[in-house]
């Protein structure tokens, strides 16, 4: 029963079948781990949720920002509504069914036969992997309760921008949610870059990739990833980060995480977007 990663798909619902067809995926027998962003400025957003929702569980997808950016947006927050692609997905007659089952997908998957975690974008170095569970859990617990409208609306913004397990309320919903699906880079003692979208290499002096941050406590433990469309694949320092950029002309790539050693598979994408939006 092998089981595959995929990267950031960003409604392009094409490039999705041609690589489940390269990888002949049966959702009888295989597994699909996704690594958020399911939707957004690519075409067909609607259509990657339909099939997504339709594997059950043959499928784990956990949350990007894209993801939440949808949410937030049926929750009535506009902020960046004019860079969105979502219509479709918010006027299907079965819009309702899809984001309830979008709300209630995991910000963080763990298996420990496979010692290997899921997330969308990175870890603050602080935490360790108990700390990076329990915190998805919590916002796991915002996204699914009753009040759920009330953390969409008050979602956005890069502030506390410094972990401390003294943070409460929204400041610490925000800090897990910009830590889970937004971190690209740090500094030294942990503080999130979040404005830093570039290349490795190519990020302002004192900042670091956040799994090359000095000292970070899950140094040791096995991570995928996507969301750093600018990174590409990169397998080293114990993580694979899957997103290559299919939305802006790159590729579409997947992992088989029971294949060792672990290498990718990727389709060419024809490039929705021009990458200078990003």
């Known amino acids: 029963m092998p089981t595959y990663a995929v990267g950031d798909i960003q409604g392009c619902f094409t490039e999705l079948m041609e690589l489940l067809d390269r990888l002949a995926f049966d959702p009888a027998s295989d597994r699909l781990w996704l690594a958020g962003d399911l939707v957004n400025r690519g075409p067909d957003s609607l259509a990657v949720l339909r099939f997504v929702r339709g594997l059950g569980d043959a499928a784990v997808a956990v949350l990007g920002n894209h993801d939440l950016h949808l949410l937030a947006l049926d929750a009535g927050n506009r902020k960046h509504a004019k860079r969105s692609t979502l219509e479709a997905v918010l006027t299907a007659p079965d819009c309702e069914e899809l984001l309830h089952w979008l709300r209630h997908r995991p910000l963080l998957h763990h298996d420990s036969a496979k010692g290997l975690t899921l997330i969308h974008a990175g870890l603050p170095p602080q935490w360790d992997l108990a700390d990076a569970r329990t915190c998805a859990r919590e916002l796991e ?134 990458p200078s939006q990003d």
């Open 141 to 274: 617990a915002a996204l699914r309760g009753k009040h759920y409208r009330d953390f969409l609306l008050a979602m956005y913004g890069n502030q506390p921008d410094r972990w401390s397990p003294d943070l409460t309320g929204i400041d610490r919903l925000r800090f897990i949610t910009n830590s889970l699906t937004r971190l690209r880079y740090c500094t030294r003692d942990g503080a999130l870059a979040l404005k830093e979208k570039g290349s490795l290499g190519e990020q302002a002096e004192g900042l670091f990739a956040w799994f090359q941050t000095p000292g970070r406590r899950t140094a040791k433990d096995r991570i995928i990833f996507g969301h750093w469309s600018t990174l590409g694949y990169w397998e080293g320092d114990n993580v694979w980060a899957l997103d290559s950029g299919c939305l802006w002309g790159g590729a579409l790539t997947a992992v088989q995480l029971d294949h060792h050693p672990i290498r990718p598979i990727q389709v060419d994408c024809a490039g929705y977007q021009r």
